[in-house]
């Protein structure tokens, strides 16, 4: 499978939610059974090494193996535990609600106590070595580099030429009109519709007439007698 994650912690994250309850129950059970156990990720698998590695954890669709580095404790239990691969040192869980977390814990007891003895006369197994007697090639258990997604059929000239078109912008700015209204104050004289007809009602009147008082009435005011004009014939004056 694809991995990502560097950390054993990280690698359990990106597992589907069965698997990853059922793997995390067995690293619980190697950090508690073997103290002073160092926990890996490499090639895919969690590695847990004691003066070198001694187990490994692999974690597949529909399958899980525990690589255990010390063929003789396989082979004392090959007839308790179901799925024990003698020929790769290791067991292999199909049901992953059926793991029986007893016997491996005693399995993992007994392959620490199996490591310090061996080391007391001969040498750890190296890591290309177990890879070996597991049977894993290091090509397979390798994650795959990451893909990188190349637009075929288009030189790059091309590419930036598209790129540069959508990023361009346009050349004349883009004008947003608004019809006129009476009611904005802010609309200028020379901006209203020339139509006489509405000038004419709207325009008020120039020069207003203004209304005078009746003389009757101002005669009426007036109540002092006026002296009365005599009119002279021509006689009178010629006479005089």
């Not at 239990?77 to 290791?90: I, M």
Request: proline share 9%; hydrophobic share 35%; net charge positive.
């Amino acid at each position: 499978m694809e991995l990502k994650a560097t950390t054993v912690g990280g690698y359990l994250r990106e597992l589907p939610a069965d698997r990853r309850v059922a793997m995390a129950r067995v690293c619980s059970m190697i950090r508690r059974s073997a103290r002073g156990v160092r926990e890996s990720m490499r090639y895919g698998l969690a590695f847990y090494e004691l003066h070198g590695p001694l187990f490994a954890l692999e974690s597949t669709e529909k399958t899980m193996t525990l690589f255990i580095a010390e063929p003789s404790v396989v082979e004392n239990y090959k007839d308790n535990v179901k799925g024990v691969l003698t020929d790769r040192s290791a067991i292999c869980f199909d049901d992953l609600n059926r793991i029986p977390l007893d016997s491996l814990e005693k399995i993992v007891r007994d392959s620490v106590a199996a490591r310090r003895e061996r080391v007391k006369t001969t040498p750890a197994p190296t890591q290309k070595e177990l890879l070996e007697l597991w049977k894993i090639t290091e090509e397979e258990a390798k994650a795959p580099p990451p893909i990188v997604r190349i637009p075929m059929g288009k030189d790059e000239e091309e590419v930036q030429q598209e790129v540069k078109v959508e990023v361009e912008e346009p050349e004349k700015p883009v004008e947003i009109l608004r019809a006129p209204t009476f009611k904005d104050p802010a609309m200028t004289a020379s901006s209203q519709p020339k139509n006489p007809a509405l000038k004419k009602v709207a325009a008020p009147a120039k020069n207003p007439i203004r209304r005078r008082a009746p003389r009757k009435a101002a005669a009426a005011e007036d109540t002092t007698p006026k002296p009365k004009r005599t009119r002279r014939t021509k006689a009178k004056t010629d006479e005089e």
